[in-house]
C-alpha cells in the first residue's frame, strides 16, 4: 500500500533530480549559445521537457506497487 509519506518523496526526490538535470541544460545550452555556438539551443529548449522524465519515471515505479 502507498503512504502519504511515498508521494511526498516521490515528489522531493524527482523535483530535485529534475531540477539538476534541467538546470544543467540550461546552463550547458546558455554557455554555449553565448559564445557563439548556436547548437546550444539544441541542449537548452528541450531542458524542461527532459526534467519532467525523472518523476515520471519514479511515478511509474510507484505505481506498479498498487
Do not use: F, Y
Not at 503512504?3 to 554555449?32: H, P, T
Not at 557563439?36 to 537548452?44: D, E, F, R, S, T
Amino acid at each position: 500500500m502507498i503512504d502519504r509519506s511515498d508521494i511526498v518523496w516521490l515528489g522531493v526526490s524527482s523535483a530535485v533530480s529534475g531540477c539538476l538535470i534541467g538546470g544543467m541544460m540550461l546552463g550547458i545550452g546558455l554557455d554555449l549559445i553565448v559564445n557563439g555556438q548556436p547548437l546550444g539551443w539544441l541542449i537548452m529548449l528541450p531542458g524542461a521537457p527532459v526534467s519532467a522524465i525523472p518523476g515520471w519515471v519514479l511515478a511509474r515505479r510507484l505505481a506498479r506497487q498498487l
